[in-house]
Every structure is written in C-alpha cells, then in structure tokens.
T-cell receptor
Framework: DSGVTQTPKHLITATGQRVTLRCSPR?????VYWYQQSLDQGLQFLIQ???????AKGNILERFSAQQFPDLHSELNLSSLELGDSALYFC???????????????FGEGSRLTVL | SQKIEQNSEALNIQEGKTATLTCNYT??????LQWYRQDPGRGPVFLLL?????KEKRKERLKVTFDTTLKQSLFHITASQPADSATYLC?????????????FGRGTQLTVWP
C-alpha cells in the first residue's frame, strides 16, 4: 500500500461527458502528480501541484483541468470526453520533489476510465 | 523534453538467470535516474534511484548502473524468480530537476519462467 488513495477505481461513461477523479496523497506529502497511461502512449505526465499551486504542466489537454485543495487532496477534471481519453489515470505524491529534490514518487492504484 | 528508450518491449528468461534491462536517453544528461516496477493494472512502485555521479547502485538482488557518456542505464536482477515478472520502467527528471516532472520510458515486460 503506497498510501496514495484514488477514487473511483473504475469509471465508464459516454463521449461528451465530464468526470472528476480524486486523489488523496500520502500523509505529509505536498506534491501531487497526475499521469495518464494508455497502451499506445505509456505513462504520460499531465500536471503537478505543490502545496496548492500548479508547479509543472505536461501534455495535458485543454479539456482537462486539475486543482489541489488546502487539505492537499487533488482532483482531475476531464470534460468533453472522447474515446481516446480511455486510459488509466494515476496520481502520485512525493515529499520533496516540489523543492527540486530527488524523492521517489508514490503512485496510487489508478482510476480506469472507459469512454464509450 | 527527453526521449527515453527501453530495450525490447518484452524479455523472457529462465528462473535463476540474470535479467538485464536497458534504458537509453537521447538529450540532456539527467541529475539522476529512477527505476520502477509495475504489475498489471497496478500503479508503479519505486525500486532504485541512481545519481549522475554514481556508477552503480545495489539493493538486494537488484543492481543499477548509470553511464552518462553512453547515456544509458542498465538494470540487473540477479537470481531471477517468477515473482520478478512485471514491467520495469525507467524514469528521468526534467532538465534541472526543479520542475518536478518525471519522464517515463514505455517499460520492458519481464517474464521469468520456472
């Protein structure tokens, strides 16, 4: 158990819909990362938050947005869903990477999104 | 950005042998490199970190090397066991390692057969 909690574990929805994925980081970790993993793309970095502020942005679509709340949990919002958005979405947390450290990432078990 | 290549998508070896996985990168040399293990449908799990000034790092049956001249890291599992079967990912930080993002390779799927 990594200590990172993601909900829901599975989600099936239709094209054009909007979903929200939730992540609770490990206790004490200030950084939260979102990654997308699909069969043809591998693990792709989407966005990072550190202590409530956006720290780095990767290949995140404009239809996607995220935020980190004062209690440090984070939500990833996916809207106008397309078939190609079907993937595993992972949240990870770390204790010091936001400060340029080299700490490892602790991943949650992921949210599997299926868009029909 | 960084381009990361991991050797062959799949590697099959017999139990007891040494598995060697390769991670090559093409652009800037990172300050460090990490290796993760991922089981099907699960999140990646951190295994080892090696810094640019370290040639080799060991942890139990695992060994990682880092050659900044070749822009390559090798990941070895000695005395492999069927339980080692998984996908192994290498990950590198962004240039300067201050932005926090890690770039992951697509992984090598290792199967250890009895």
């Amino acid at each position: 158990d990594s200590g990172v909690t993601q909900t829901p574990k599975h989600l099936i929805t239709a094209t054009g819909q909007r979903v929200t994925l939730r992540c609770s980081p490990r206790s004490g970790d200030l950084s939260v990362y979102w990654y997308q993993q699909s069969l043809d793309q591998g693990l792709q970095f989407l966005i990072q938050y550190y202590n409530g502020e956006e720290r780095a942005k990767g290949n995140i679509l404009e239809r996607f947005s995220a935020q980190q709340f004062p209690d440090l949990h984070s939500e990833l919002n996916l809207s106008s869903l397309e078939l190609g958005d079907s993937a595993l979405y992972f949240c990870a947390s770390s204790s010091d990477r936001g400060l340029g450290g080299t700490g490892e990432l602790f991943f949650g078990e992921g949210s599997r999104l299926t868009v029909l | 950005s960084q381009k990361i290549e991991q050797n062959s998508e799949a590697l099959n070896i017999q139990e007891g042998k040494t598995a060697t996985l390769t991670c090559n990168y093409t652009n800037y040399s990172p300050a460090y490199l990490q290796w993760y293990r991922q089981d099907p449908g699960r999140g990646p799990v951190f295994l080892l970190l090696i810094r640019e000034n370290e040639k080799e790092k060991r942890k139990e049956r695992l060994k990682v090397t880092f050659d900044t001249t070749l822009k390559q890291s090798l990941f070895h599992i000695t005395a492999s066991q069927p339980a080692d079967s998984a996908t192994y990912l290498c990950a590198l930080p962004d240039r300067g390692s201050t932005l926090g993002r890690l770039y992951f390779g697509r992984g090598t799927q290792l199967t250890v057969w009895p």
